[in-house]
């Protein structure tokens, strides 16, 4: 009498073992998949992707020495759009609007107010090439 009790307890207890067991595993699985499966593949892309297609739209009109005189020499304080990163009065998005010619090319040439000069580092072509540019940001 008392072993069919205890056997049958026993019966019972393992059929609800392994479907506690199933939905532990599950529930397991659908944590590590949405916590940590998800950001990374899609983190990159609204950074990475959208910063070369501005910067690219930045460049248009520029020539293939504009931009990397550009990337090398004023990138590092006027950004990758232009925007400026070192002020207000760093970006250059309307420079041509506000400034000439002549003042743009000096300020490249002299520097001057937190801008070193340019005029030992660069070639007057590289200058006027990089000022022509400059003038076309209205
Ligand atoms: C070390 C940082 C730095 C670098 C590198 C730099 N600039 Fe500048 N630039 C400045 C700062 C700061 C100003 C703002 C000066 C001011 O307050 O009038 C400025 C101003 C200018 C202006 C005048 C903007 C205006 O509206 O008055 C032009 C044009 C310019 N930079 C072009 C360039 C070009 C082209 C290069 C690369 C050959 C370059 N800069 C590299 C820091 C930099």
Same mark, same amino acid.
């Given at each position: 009498?008392?072993?069919?009790?205890?056997?049958?307890?026993?019966?019972?207890?393992?059929?609800?073992?392994?479907?506690?067991?199933?939905?532990?595993? *599950? %529930?397991?699985?659908?944590?590590? /998949? +949405?916590?940590? =499966? &998800?950001?990374?593949?899609?983190?990159?892309? $609204?950074?990475?992707?959208?910063?070369?297609?501005?910067?690219?739209?930045?460049?248009?009109?520029?020539?293939?020495?504009?931009? *990397? %005189?550009?990337?090398?020499?004023? /990138? +590092?304080?006027? =950004? &990758?759009?232009?925007?400026?990163?070192?002020? $207000?009065?760093?970006?250059?998005?309307?420079?041509?609007?506000?400034?000439?010619?002549?003042?743009?090319?000096?300020?490249?040439? *002299?520097?001057?107010?937190?801008?070193?000069?340019?005029?030992?580092?660069?070639?007057?072509?590289?200058?006027?090439?990089?000022?022509?540019?400059?003038?076309?940001?209205?």
């Amino acid at each position: 009498m008392d072993k069919s009790i205890s056997t049958s307890i026993r019966t019972t207890r393992k059929k609800l073992l392994l479907p506690m067991t199933m939905t532990a595993v *599950s %529930l397991l699985s659908i944590v590590i /998949l +949405s916590g940590c =499966g &998800n950001p990374s593949p899609n983190a990159a892309e $609204p950074f990475g992707g959208n910063k070369t297609a501005n910067t690219a739209e930045a460049m248009v009109g520029a020539s293939e020495q504009v931009q *990397s %005189l550009y990337k090398q020499s004023c /990138l +590092s304080c006027h =950004g &990758n759009t232009l925007e400026g990163r070192v002020g $207000p009065k760093t970006n250059l998005q309307q420079v041509g609007e506000r400034l000439s010619k002549e003042q743009i090319s000096k300020q490249i040439a *002299s520097g001057g107010n937190g801008m070193p000069g340019f005029g030992t580092k660069l070639t007057p072509e590289e200058i006027a090439a990089l000022t022509d540019w400059l003038a076309t940001k209205q």
